[in-house]
């Protein structure tokens, strides 16, 4: 939960649907670092560099007002936030996939690229929605929380 929770603090630049696995975002040293004029770099995974861009979105809109007014703790309301967004996300992708499969003014060279492309998209944001799920359930359980506060959350990411 941590290393997600440093990388919402990364500014990370856009990439394309194809690109997968790490970021590697230069950090400059801070002030107590030694002279060198290397600088450290971070690795973000797919699930933080989503969470990042997703983080910006959604505190400056209403649309998760049902999350926030919950009773449950923030680390929860974060994970089910970022659900929220990787399943409506990973709809939109699916949405466009369809849309490339029955478009007959792309040739077959360019429907098959953008297959791949939309292809690709959706494996990514699978695998961050199966890894936002695994991190919301352990948390649960690292929580303790009770059966209601996770009846609550469940019924949250359902909507």
Partial sequence: MNLIAHAVRVTVPAQSPTQAGQTHVPVP???NSSTSSQAD???ISALGRTLAS???TSQSDGKHSDINDSDLPAEVQRLLKLIRELKQQLQEQQQ???EVMTDTALDEEARKLALAGIQASIGTLSGALMNAY???IQLFKDLDMSSEQITQATALIMK
Avoid: C, E, R, S
């Fill in 29 to 31: 040293p801070n002030d």
């Fill in 41 to 43: 770099t971070i690795d």
């Fill in 96 to 98: 466009q996939l369809m």
């Fill in 54 to 56: 997703q983080m910006k």
């Fill in 134 to 136: 695994n991190a919301l």
